[in-house]
């Protein structure tokens, strides 16, 4: 008997030593720590959604808007309630009577839709793989995606309002005990102009390809369009869907059918899109042979049609298309008429390697570095490349090819625009940018004046009569007759309103039976701008098929306000389709520029 009182006399001694123990440990020892956890059981912190900064146009006007989605808690005193999605309207009623049980998330809502929607991307909730990338992002966020949204993510966040409630045993919440004010984030303004942007992919017509805008003397972009594209406001409405447990089924499919696209409509080919340019590269071609003295403005050279190397021939595609040449032939007509043999020579005298050189003096090889994280570098190739990473020698044919823009060059749309801004400015080449430019960012690429007109004349010949871009010749024999009775010269004339311009067809891809190779189509153009034409332009009744639907006099007005830039850049780019394998230059690519001039002038 004595011995089982001592053993439980023994159990009770453990049992109630342990407790001390513990009781010792809770209040002393980690006392501090379980008052903090009681006092934060206690009270619940709410973070209210702080309204992300929006982007501007180059008048000041929102390109992205935030628009409050309302909803009412079921369980208003919970601290997780199920919600339901309210109109505005009910909304409203509700904030006069019982504001306490009102909440709303921000729905970001993108009013340009596709035209816009490859330069500025778009927000979607934080992913397990965001979170892999940086755990410091809060889960409660959504986070750019794509373009601008993306670039200037931590830019754009603001932070939330913090509402701090006291709450019961049952996570009933009691009373407010504090409220920490939203800190916003300040808006970002670009350079783009949402008019011309609407303009240009409209224009486009669905086709794929690109159209860059840029301002000549800094290189601010106004236009930056991908085609075919997306409408960005297709994950909001996904996104509100799923928040309010509403039937998301069609804006799913939506997006996945963007994702199965075989168009890629999510590939911004503006920047992303490495393309060999074909005969836009000739303007290179015909400035470094002027630089090496390779060549001069007397220098003739015979166009028989085809040029002989060995058993191989070199053809122009005058004597390719339509079986006839252009006999004697110099430097500025070369480039009116896009001659291949004269570049040909051109290129070999003047050597792959200085050519390469040109090239990358140039831009081209090198991302333009705008606020873009999808644009790439692009590829100039020289004898060294070749030997290093194909193993293979180079041949007088591959210089050839190199001079006229084929081979294994790849350019962007973005950098043929940078290229050609140079050009327009007096051989100073400015760093393409998406915001306007406080402090400029541009070299001087030292080219003589003298062959900076040389090639300037040889782009005024493309767009005028007997060149190659048909489609602006009215503009500019028009243009011309005003300016007949004065002595201008070429870079003048452009100042005046002609249009200076250099078409390509680009070849790429494995030849067909008869030896013929898919092209793409290109055109890069320099125009000066009258703001007054454009404030005093008397404009035409347009049939229904042809009506654009960017509000023209708005867009004037907001020009008289704000001005406009002096001198234009326009780089456009369509891609062949199984539609039309033969994407030409002067038939496709011209016509998109002869639109946009149609509806600003």
């Known amino acids: 008997m004595r011995l089982k009182f001592l053993l439980l006399f023994s159990c009770l001694l453990m049992v109630f030593s342990l407790l001390l123990i ?333 050519l390469a050189e040109y090239a990358r003096l140039f831009g081209f090889g090198s991302p333009t570095g705008l606020q873009l994280s999808q644009e790439v570098a692009g590829l100039v190739p020289d004898p060294k490349w070749k030997e290093t990473e194909l193993g293979e020698s180079w041949y007088l044919g591959n210089t050839y090819h190199f001079g006229i823009g084929q081979g294994d060059l790849l350019v962007t749309p973005v950098q043929i625009a940078n290229m050609t801004q140079a050009i327009a400015n007096q051989g100073t080449l400015c760093q393409g940018s998406l915001l306007p430019i406080s402090q400029q960012n541009c070299r001087d690429l030292a080219i003589d004046e003298k062959n900076l007109e040389i090639v300037l004349s040889g782009m005024l010949g493309a767009c005028s009569q007997g060149g190659t871009a048909y489609p602006l010749f009215p503009y500019n024999t028009k243009l011309a007759l005003t300016l007949s009775e004065e002595d201008f010269s070429d870079s003048q004339k452009i100042d005046q309103g002609m249009i200076a311009c250099k078409t390509g067809t680009a070849e790429f891809g494995a030849a067909d039976e008869k030896g013929y190779r898919k092209t793409h189509a290109w055109m890069t153009a320099i125009l000066g701008v009258d703001q007054e034409k454009i404030l005093n332009a008397e404009l035409e009744p347009i049939t229904n098929e042809e009506k654009i639907s960017p509000n023209r006099a708005e867009w004037a007005e907001l020009v008289r306000k704000n001005g406009f830039p002096k001198k234009l850049v326009i780089t456009v780019l369509v891609e062949s389709n199984e539609d039309q394998i033969f994407s030409e230059g002067s038939q496709d690519a011209a016509p998109v520029i002869a639109k946009v001039l149609d509806w600003m002038f």
């Open 22 to 354: 513990r009781l010792l440990d809770v209040e002393i020892v980690n006392g501090e720590h379980f008052f903090t956890l009681a006092e934060n059981n206690r009270y619940f912190t709410k973070k209210n959604p702080a309204e992300r900064a929006v982007f501007l146009d180059r008048y000041g006007q929102a390109l992205v808007r935030n628009e409050k989605q309302y909803f009412k808690y079921l369980k208003k005193d919970q601290l997780y309630s199920d919600k339901e999605f309210l109109a505005k309207e009910e909304a409203l009623g509700l904030l006069a009577t019982d504001s306490a049980n009102l909440g709303y998330e921000f729905n970001r809502v993108y009013p340009y839709k596709e035209s816009l929607s490859s330069v500025l991307g778009y927000i979607s909730p934080v992913t397990e793989n965001d979170l892999k990338k940086d755990f410091s992002l809060p889960i409660s966020n959504r986070i750019g995606r794509m373009g601008l949204e993306q670039f200037f993510d931590k830019n754009l966040q603001s932070e939330p309002a913090l509402s701090k409630f006291e709450t019961n045993a049952l996570g009933q919440k009691q009373r407010l005990v504090s409220y920490t004010a939203p800190v916003y984030s300040s808006n970002i303004q670009t350079s783009l102009d949402p008019y011309l942007s609407e303009l240009a992919y409209q224009t486009m017509a669905g086709k794929k390809g690109a159209v860059v805008i840029m301002d000549a003397s800094n290189g601010e972009i106004l236009t930056l369009i991908s085609s075919p594209s997306f409408d960005a406001n297709v994950f909001e409405e996904n996104f509100i869907n799923s928040l309010y447990k509403r039937d998301s089924s069609e804006s799913m499919s939506k997006i996945k059918e963007y994702l199965s696209d075989e168009n890629k409509v999510f590939f911004n080919r503006s920047v992303a899109g490495a393309y060999p340019p074909g005969s836009i590269f000739k303007l290179v071609t015909a400035i470094g042979a002027l630089q090496e003295g390779a060549i001069d403005e007397n220098t003739i050279i015979e166009d028989n049609g085809t040029l002989k190397v060995g058993d191989f021939e070199y053809a122009n595609w005058y004597f390719t298309q339509y079986g006839r040449t252009e006999g004697a032939i110099s430097v500025e007509r070369a480039l009116a008429r896009s001659n291949d043999i004269f570049f040909y020579k051109a290129a070999e005298w003047l050597g792959p390697t200085k």
